[in-house]
């Protein structure tokens, strides 16, 4: 800086070419710095004047030269300006030229205007535009450097914002492009449909990095479908293996593609397939859960409910309850090595327990089954218990829980209904003449088809179970015992009342009917509204199924309807 200044004091031909050498890379300078993708306007906020700078202070109030050279670089930067105002500005489709350089605006230039007219002098002038117009255009080229993307919602939202504004200054409050608003205007109505849909993404519909092998992928695909079609185990090793071998159809070189771990990760994501484990819904053959959910759906249809008092209907099944089962799952940080839940240490200790539903809509006390060697049934907090050798639902247990539900007496000549699975318990020919000698009907959910058709399996046991590992939860936090041997203490038949009972009374009304309608016990509703007839799977099959036999019903109904002679006296019988 010192032999600058020495030099812009010198006029002597040799200093002013030196001179002349210094604008020429101070102009370099000035326009690399304006298309410099990596600079940062936090690192020139703090830029002040340097009075000893002959590049700062531009002002040579003895040397006319200066003075000119002052004028010379005003009229350049106004002259910029002029010429970038009409550049394109960067979007969110087309980013920023290197020719376009932002511009001031009116209400830049105007403090400008006032400066002058106090009389300021031409380098306070020089030095606040220059100040402005390096921080438009860092503003401007942070902007410009990251494509931004927008969601649906936030567009619908500016566009509705800007209706009835001044758009150049809305753009310009919330730092957006004209050209970007006028194009969400114009997609308006796309927009409003995308949000009704709930297609409020990022990127649209099939944007982004298409697969390399899209067709490879589609025949994957179709082979992965196929084979669960036919209830064939597909896994990882066996999808990699198949694209090796298909991929010389498509002219893929094996250089090109290897079928890595990293791939097969992203087409499982891509096609919405992953790795599942086998559950207990799929025992029977399609064509049976077919045939028997139509036979189930034809005998309710069949049975007279209006000879039967909605509080004589009633729907029971048995479950188990551990008395050390709870949750086995928690929030934990990622990459723990060690997950520790406690528990009553009596994982194998259990009771037995009877829920029950009536017709109506209510709820019957539940029913604990648990050893001892009382057979008479006492009630606890609002809970019926019964012990027993084993803890099991036998036969005997049964015919009192039905006795003390359905009493004959308080029915007379009214029938009851029993609603239950085909346990063998239930099928037994003792149990048929036990339930004919009090009146009582049945009806049996065919085998297999438990988790499809009855309507406790479908809508309450599991919350029953979740309410149930939430008390067992809490009991473990706050009320467990130990003993002198610092050992867990069993938890006594009361804490498992008190388990039962909550977690039954959590049950809902809208749980009980929402369970009715599920298994096809509730005539206000349809086939089709029925758990089986909404399963992904069974439920289009079976609807097909029906379809055709209607179909064919009307068929043969129309076989063996015979024309009538008009001379034929007709009778109709009301």
């Not at 202070?57 to 010429?83: F, I, P, V």
Request: charged share 30%.
């Amino acid at each position: 800086m010192a032999a600058a200044a020495a030099a812009a004091q010198c006029r002597s031909p040799r200093c002013a070419a030196e001179r002349r050498g210094f604008r020429r890379e101070l102009d370099s300078w000035r326009h690399r710095l304006m298309h410099c993708v990596d600079c940062e306007p936090e690192e020139l906020t703090d830029w002040s004047m340097d009075e000893n700078c002959s590049f700062c202070n531009l002002q040579r109030e003895a040397d006319s030269r200066g003075r000119k050279r002052d004028s010379e670089l005003e009229t350049w930067m106004r002259e910029n300006h002029r010429s970038t105002a009409a550049c394109t500005p960067p979007t969110e489709d087309v980013p920023a030229t290197k020719d376009c350089v932002p511009s001031l605006d009116s209400s830049q230039s105007t403090p400008t205007e006032e400066l002058s007219s106090q009389g300021q002098s031409n380098t306070e002038k020089i030095e606040y535009q220059a100040e402005n117009y390096l921080n438009t255009l860092f503003r401007k080229k942070e902007m410009s450097t990251k494509r931004k993307s927008y969601s649906v919602e936030y567009k619908k939202g500016i566009v509705e914002d800007s209706w009835g504004q001044n758009l150049t200054v809305f753009c310009k409050e919330k730092m957006l492009s004209m050209r970007l608003v006028r194009k969400w205007r114009a997609e308006y109505g796309n927009l409003i449909e995308q949000v009704d849909k709930g297609n409020a993404k990022k990127r649209k519909c099939g944007s982004g990095r298409q697969p390399l092998f899209s067709e490879l992928e589609d025949l994957i695909c179709e082979w992965v479908v196929d084979r669960r079609a036919k209830a064939s185990v597909v896994n990882r090793a066996q999808i990699q293996e198949f694209a090796l071998a298909m991929a010389p159809q498509f002219d893929i070189a094996p250089e090109d593609f290897k079928a890595s771990q990293h791939w097969l990760d992203n087409f499982l994501q891509r096609s919405e397939l992953s790795l599942r484990r086998s559950t207990t819904l799929f025992r029977l053959e399609d064509t049976q859960v077919i045939k028997r959910a139509l036979a189930f759906k034809s005998f309710i249809d069949d049975a007279d409910f209006s000879k039967y008092n909605l509080s004589n209907m009633i729907a029971m099944d048995e479950t188990a309850v551990f008395m050390g089962q709870s949750s086995q799952t928690t929030i934990e940080q990622r990459g723990a090595s060690l997950a520790y839940i406690p528990s009553t240490a009596y994982e194998s200790a259990r009771v037995s327990c009877i829920l029950a539903i009536r017709l109506d809509g209510t709820k019957i006390p539940p029913l604990i089954i648990s050893k001892g060697k009382k057979e008479k049934i006492e009630r606890i907090l609002g809970v019926f218990i019964l012990e027993t050798e084993k803890a099991w639902a036998t036969q005997a247990v049964i015919r009192k829980w039905v006795d003390l539900m359905l009493p004959l007496v308080m029915r007379g000549s009214q029938r009851g209904l029993l609603v239950w699975d085909a346990a063998s318990t239930h099928r037994a020919k003792d149990m048929k003449t036990f339930l004919q000698e009090r009146k009582i009907d049945q009806i049996m959910i065919p085998a297999g088809m438990t988790a499809y058709l009855h309507t406790l399996d479908i809508a309450i046991n599991k919350p029953f179970k979740d309410n149930l590992h939430m008390e067992i939860n809490d009991y473990v936090e706050n009320r467990m015992e130990r003993n002198q041997c610092g050992n867990f203490v069993k938890p006594k038949l009361q804490e498992v009342v008190t388990w039962v009972k909550n977690s039954w009374e959590k049950i809902t009304d809208s749980c009980i009917a929402n369970a009715l309608r599920a298994g096809y016990l509730d005539k206000k509703y349809s086939f089709k509204d029925s758990a089986i007839a909404k399963h992904e799977r069974f439920g289009p099959l079976i609807l097909k199924e029906m379809e055709s036999q209607e179909i064919h019903q009307e068929i043969q109904e129309l076989d063996g309807y015979d024309d009538v002679p008009e001379d034929d006296d007709m009778i109709v019988i009301e």
